[in-house]
């Protein structure tokens, strides 16, 4: 892992030599399985399966450190192909399967299966579905939206809110942040695609009630959409209507509000230069944000 970060190529080469020793091994074990079956011995079956299991559980991580070295470099192509040349045995992995998914999914135009991977994951934990990772169900929404199965989407993020309010019911105090996330994803998509009345309405009913969805990780995703949409509006690329402006307004008084006790950046542990406490919050940010719109309608 660490030549990872010096040596990708290195790094790669010597996970594939491991990848390929381990790939003989699963093989072998695949092979004293389909044995012991044909004669009937269970008990050489079943110690054959066990070694078979173990192996996998090593071959699977180095698969990934492999896939990582490309993922990072954000060719999501020569991931794909990792994991394809590894279907053999990855296949019934959900590991496996959940990387497949989000590679496909980052690719954009493959949206229809990445939902073919995403939907089992998703069904197999349904009625706990809350205990699902929220960027998986976010991006399963992203890709009915853009495959045009709203009905898909909407049934998945109600069943969300469903079981957010009963949570919320038992537990009035927790935070949850899933269907949140969900919206954020699609609004932050929308904004992407130059749609931004849509995506900032999706944004900005992401974080209602403020007390409760107002945080770190969602301002940053929050605060992305609203700097990309000024930046476009102040370069002319688009046309904001004048209700539009004053809702991001609104928002971002209830963000001052509601934020000053947030955070607004974790700080790296080695920066020597630490932010004064009072500018590293929701609610400065907020009011930068609010004057940089401010600025831009009287222009």
């Known amino acids: 892992m660490i030549m990872r970060q010096t040596s990708p190529e290195e790094a790669y080469k010597r996970l594939d030599v491991l990848a390929a020793d381990l790939t003989k091994t699963l093989r072998k074990h695949t092979k004293a399985v389909q044995e012991s079956r044909k004669s009937h011995d269970d008990e050489a079956a079943k ?6 299991d173990e192996t996998l559980e090593k071959y699977i991580p180095v698969l990934m450190h492999q ?21 053999e045995f990855g296949n019934d992995h959900d590991a496996w399967k959940l990387n497949v998914a989000h590679v496909l999914f980052m690719q954009e135009n493959k949206y229809k299966d990445a939902i073919g991977f995403y939907e089992p994951l998703v069904k197999k934990n349904y009625e706990n579905i809350l205990d699902i990772s929220a960027i998986v169900l976010a991006n399963l929404c992203v890709s009915y939206i853009m495959t045009s199965q709203n009905e898909e989407a909407e049934v998945l993020m109600r069943k ?16 949850l942040f899933h269907l949140c996330i969900v919206n954020l994803v699609i609004g932050t998509l929308y904004c992407a695609k130059g749609n931004y009345e849509f995506g900032i309405s999706r944004v900005i009913k992401s974080l ?12 940053y995703y929050t605060k992305r959409c609203f700097l990309s949409l000024i930046e476009n509006a102040a370069k002319h690329m688009i046309m904001l209507k004048d209700d539009t402006l004053q809702d991001c307004i609104m928002f971002l008084d209830h963000c001052e509000v509601y934020g000053r006790n947030v955070t607004a950046q ?34």
Do not use: C
Not at 47 to 52: F, G, L, P, R
Not at 67 to 87: G, L, M
Not at 208 to 219: A, H, I, M, R, V
């Open 67 to 87: 896939a990582k070295i490309y993922w990072d470099r954000e060719n999501y192509q020569q991931v794909e192909k990792i994991f394809r040349q590894s279907v």
């Open 208 to 219: 209602e009630p403020y007390q409760k969805k107002l945080g770190t990780e969602t301002w």
């Open 266 to 299: 974790v700080e790296p542990p080695l920066d020597p230069q630490k932010m004064h406490k009072g500018q590293n919050t929701v609610t400065f940010e907020a009011r930068l944000l609010k004057a940089l719109l401010i600025k831009f309608m009287w222009n």
């Open 47 to 52: 110690q054959a399966i066990h070694e078979y």
């Open 160 to 175: 969300i809110e469903k079981e957010e309010e009963h949570i919320a019911y038992e537990q009035p105090d927790k935070k």
